[in-house]
């Protein structure tokens, strides 16, 4: 069994702050802990505003607190996000997200991540980066 706690996580490597300055996240769940994908907490910043696009995963996120919206690009649409909403990028899409009010989130990726991506310039995760120490 895997028990951790995100108080006693985030003073560790577990924690990784974006270069950029949009977001953290606590990363509970990693590829070396076998389970086939990676969950994470995740804060977005208020007033962030960025474009991902998730070339290497699939995501499910699921808002616990905060105000924003998730906006595709291929279509324009734009999905506000509160607490209780859950978004699924399914199609690998490429999005904006936007915090109004500072959003936590719950992520979940598959495949699973090492524990140290930050978004490269397309804004996407590398298969293979580098794992955090356990």
Request: net charge negative; glycine share 8%.
């Amino acid at each position: 069994m895997i028990v951790r706690n995100l108080k006693e996580a985030e003073k560790t490597a577990r924690r990784i702050i974006s270069p950029d300055g949009n977001w953290e996240s606590t990363r509970l769940l990693l590829k070396d802990d076998g389970m086939g994908f990676s969950f994470h907490i995740t804060t977005i910043y208020e007033g962030a505003d960025f474009q991902m696009h998730y070339q290497n995963h699939l995501e499910s996120v699921y808002c616990i607190s905060g105000e924003g919206e998730v906006e595709t690009l291929d279509d324009g649409k734009k999905y506000p996000i509160t607490p209780g909403t859950l978004y699924n990028l399914d199609q690998h899409d490429k999005h904006t997200l936007r915090a109004f009010k500072e959003l936590t989130l719950t992520c979940v990726f598959n495949p699973p991540l090492n524990g140290k991506e930050v978004h490269n310039t397309d804004g996407a995760y590398e298969l293979e980066a580098e794992a955090v120490s356990q």
